[in-house]
């Protein structure tokens, strides 16, 4: 097994060596109008498994599991279950509107406890800092593959977690119903950023003055629907902290960010919607970052890194996007063949020049790469699922343009032992410069 992934290590270093030489609350009203319809609801798909399952036996004692990174817990009392249940936590693609980072499926579906189990989440690193945690909330993907939202039994903004109790399993996420959209953006010097308010639910104002989501009497969720502006009579005014222009309309749920000549002391900037609410001063947030030129951004194992970057053409029809190695022993690489639209990763081709993903964490302690081992006992290395998308190929001063997404992303220790895999996905943007 392991001189499999030692070809592909070796192929990598070479590869690497080349290229571095190359170049809730209910409204005060509860007969309000517009409750959630049928029609309102979104219809999702399942989101595909982007890491490995962690699974426990537990039985009528009860017990807990908790993903590796902390950031998921189950909690199941005692007299829950009546027999011995292996119980699971597995990483999936985040299809909610609303959803943020990893969504998560819990098993066994559809398991009916007879006690409520209660399933934690941490937030921090999740969510913008300054978020408004009260459209903070949780939600369930039902049989009819609609997401449910339920809300929180408790939200700790303390310790940066939130609760919810339930009675059965299913795919789980944190969510926002109400948010600035995108809540975070890497934009070049000059360029500008769209923003827009959206809710994904129903809203009111509650008798306490505050924008809360239409319950409808009697359900147990609100069905998530599509992306819709926020109403003018809650917006009441925008904002920029930061270097800039913001332009906006009153009233308007859009505003457009326009970025200075050269990148903030203050980086990111943030873009800011007070609510009209007579509750308190509520506000939404996006945080927009600007730098010069030539970056590549991208999140693996929950981590998000922002690196500078270079593109290059290593032969007639073969490119690479790649933050060359630096002090801290940190590097990626990112490689396609062919021009704009999407290149699928390939273990070999092209004479060597194939399509591939690889990482190098700061340290170099292991590597991430665009393959992985379906079952560590077999031989049988496969590539990843995803690929890259190229946007724009730009003209010489133009730039390289694209997204990559990688599923899963085999993490191997450096003597090529798989430890683990991850979703991983990025985008970049690079001066062409050279070809």
């Not at 070796?10 to 290229?19: A, D, R, V």
Request: charged fraction near 15%; aromatic fraction near 8%.
């Amino acid at each position: 097994m392991q001189s499999r992934v030692f070809d592909m290590l070796k192929y990598i270093i070479l590869f690497t060596t080349y290229l571095l030489t190359a170049c809730t609350k209910t409204p005060a009203d509860p007969n309000t109008p517009n409750f959630p319809t049928v029609e309102d609801s979104l219809v999702t798909t399942k989101g595909a498994t982007t890491g490995d399952k962690i699974s426990k036996v537990i039985g009528p004692a009860g017990g807990t599991l908790s993903t590796t990174d902390g950031l998921v817990n189950i909690n199941i009392p005692a007299g829950a279950l009546t027999a011995a249940t292996e119980v699971s936590i597995t990483p999936i693609q985040n299809t909610n509107p609303g959803g943020l980072g990893t969504a998560y499926r819990l098993l066994p579906h559809g398991e009916v406890f007879k006690q409520p189990v209660t399933v934690s989440f941490k937030y921090e690193n999740i969510v913008n800092a300054g978020t408004y945690t009260k459209a903070l909330g949780v939600a369930y993907q039902d049989d009819r593959n609609i997401w449910q939202y339920v809300g929180a039994s408790q939200i700790n903004t303390t310790n940066k977690t939130i609760q919810v109790q339930t009675t059965h399993f299913s795919d789980w996420t944190l969510m926002l119903w109400m948010y600035l959209t995108p809540q975070q953006k890497t934009i070049g010097v000059k360029e500008q950023a769209a923003i827009k308010a959206v809710r994904v639910l129903p809203v009111a104002i509650d008798a306490s003055g505050l924008l809360v989501p239409l319950v409808p009497p009697g359900k147990p969720g609100i069905p998530v629907g599509k992306q819709k502006p926020l109403e003018s009579k809650y917006i009441k005014k925008w904002d920029l902290n930061g270097a800039g222009v913001l332009e906006s309309a009153p009233g308007s749920s859009n505003a457009t960010y326009l970025a200075p000549n050269n990148p903030p002391n203050q980086n990111p900037v943030t873009v800011s919607l007070q609510l009209n609410v007579t509750s308190a001063q509520v506000f939404l947030l996006s945080h927009i970052t600007v730098l010069n030129e030539n970056y590549i951004e991208f999140t693996v194992n929950g981590s998000k890194r922002l690196l500078e970057c270079h593109v290059g053409k290593l032969k007639e029809g073969h490119y690479a996007v790649a933050h060359i190695v630096d002090e801290t022993g940190e590097q990626i690489n990112l490689h396609w063949n062919g021009g704009v639209g999407t290149h699928a990763y390939q273990l070999k081709g092209n004479g060597g020049f194939n399509t591939m993903f690889e990482y190098f964490p700061a340290g170099r302690s292991s590597v991430y790469g665009s393959f992985y081992l379906e079952n560590p006992k077999d031989n049988e290395v496969k590539a990843s699922g995803g690929g890259v998308t190229v946007t724009d190929m730009g003209e010489v001063s133009g730039y390289v343009e694209g997204t990559f997404t990688v599923a899963p992303s085999g993490q191997f220790n450096m003597v090529g032992q798989q430890i683990g895999t991850s979703g991983v996905t990025g985008k970049f943007k690079v001066k062409r410069t050279l070809f």
